[in-house]
C-alpha cells in the first residue's frame, strides 16, 4: 500500500523560508500526477502547486514566484520549497500524489508564519 509521510513545516517569522518534504512508499508503477494544497483555519483546501504527467507545473497566483515544488525520483520524495514567506501563507500543508490512478495524501503539516 501506498502511503505518504510529510516533513518540514513549523514556525518562521515572515520573509522566511521553509521546504516541505513528502515521502512515498510502496509499490508504485507510475505516478500520474503530484501537488500541494493547503488549508487555512475556515476556508476551503486550495492548491499550491499540481503537476499532471507531461505538463509544466502550475502555481497558485498566491505562491507564484516564491514556492517551487519538484520531485526526486530516486528517493521518491516530493518537495516544497517556499521563500518570502508571508501571514497569509499559515495554514496546513497537504501533499497528494496521484499513483496508478488512485489518489494519496499526505498526513499534512502545520506551516505558521508569524508577523
Known amino acids: 500500500q501506498v502511503q505518504l509521510v510529510q516533513s518540514g513545516g513549523g514556525l518562521v517569522q515572515a520573509g522566511g523560508s521553509l521546504r516541505l518534504s513528502c515521502a512515498a512508499s510502496?509499490?508504485?508503477?507510475?505516478?500520474?500526477?503530484m501537488g500541494w494544497f493547503r488549508q487555512a483555519p475556515g476556508k476551503q483546501r486550495e492548491m499550491v502547486a499540481s503537476?499532471?504527467?507531461?505538463?509544466?507545473?502550475k502555481y497558485a497566483d498566491s505562491v507564484k514566484g516564491r514556492s517551487t515544488a519538484s520531485r526526486d525520483n530516486a528517493k521518491n520524495t516530493e518537495y516544497l520549497q517556499m521563500n518570502n514567506l508571508k501571514p497569509e501563507d499559515t495554514a496546513v500543508y497537504y501533499c497528494?500524489?496521484?499513483?496508478?490512478?488512485?489518489?494519496?495524501w499526505g498526513q499534512g503539516t502545520q506551516v505558521t508564519v508569524s508577523s
Open positions: 503537476y499532471i504527467g507531461g505538463a509544466s507545473t
Open positions: 510502496g509499490r508504485m508503477l507510475s505516478i500520474n500526477a
Open positions: 497528494m500524489e496521484t499513483i496508478d490512478q488512485r489518489a494519496y
